[in-house]
T-cell receptor, first 114, second 112 residues
């Protein structure tokens, strides 16, 4: 166990809806990253937050947005859900965004869009 | 060209043998390199990280990095059936907007 928690575990939404996923980082970690992992693929980097500011973003449209709170927990929001958004969403925390930026993953949220 | 390339496998080795997993990356500015293990239905688990050229050993695992060749590998000695999983290679470049890239993973099966 990494100490990173995510909620909910599973979620079913319909196309066009909005969803919010939550992540609590490991104690002592101030950096949170979000990933999307489709079946049979490696995780794809969505964005990273460091001390409540976005600190890097992958190739995802603006309808994917995020927040980090003062306690370093984080939210991922996805608007206007599409069928292709169905995936495992992973949150990872790290001690800092510097060179020692090894990331520890939570259990993930499985999102199904119908 | 993908940012991180791995042989998808499957790679099969007998119990007790050495498993060798390879990864190449395209961004020459990458600074940090990671190996994760992912069991089916679970999230990735960090095994090794390496920042400098050369070898880094941790128990049965050895990571090797060659930045000139843009190549990183993972050796698993004395492979056990519990090592059967998908192994993901990941790289990070903090300079160009702080990007993280994962490969699609190599499936390893250790045969008892």
């Amino acid at each position: 166990e990494t100490g990173v928690t995510q909620s909910p575990t599973h979620l079913i939404k319909t196309r066009g809806q909005q969803v919010t996923l939550r992540c609590s980082s490991q104690s002592g970690h101030n950096t949170v990253s979000w990933y999307q992992q489709a079946l049979g693929q490696g995780p794809q980097f969505i964005f990273q937050y460091y001390r409540e500011e976005e600190n890097g973003r992958g190739n995802f449209p603006p309808r994917f947005s995020g927040l980090q709170f003062p306690n370093y927990s984080s939210e991922l929001n996805v608007n206007a859900l599409e069928l292709d958004d169905s995936a495992l969403y992973l949150c990872a925390s790290s001690p800092d965004p510097g060179i020692r930026n090894e990331q520890f993953f939570g259990p993930g949220t499985r999102l199904t869009v119908l | 060209q993908k940012e991180v390339e791995q042989n998808s496998g499957p790679l099969s080795v007998p119990e007790g043998a050495i498993a060798s997993l390879n990864c190449t990356y395209s961004d020459r500015g990458s600074q940090s390199f990671f190996w994760y293990r992912q069991y089916s239905g679970k999230s990735p688990e960090l095994i090794m990280f390496i920042y400098s050229n050369g070898d880094k050993e941790d128990g049965r695992f050895t990571a090797q990095l060659n930045k000139a060749s843009q190549y990183v590998s993972l050796l698993i000695r004395d492979s056990q059936p519990s090592d059967s999983a998908t192994y993901l290679c990941a790289v990070n470049n903090r300079g160009t907007g702080n990007q993280f890239y994962f490969g699609t993973g190599t499936s390893l099966t250790v045969i008892p």
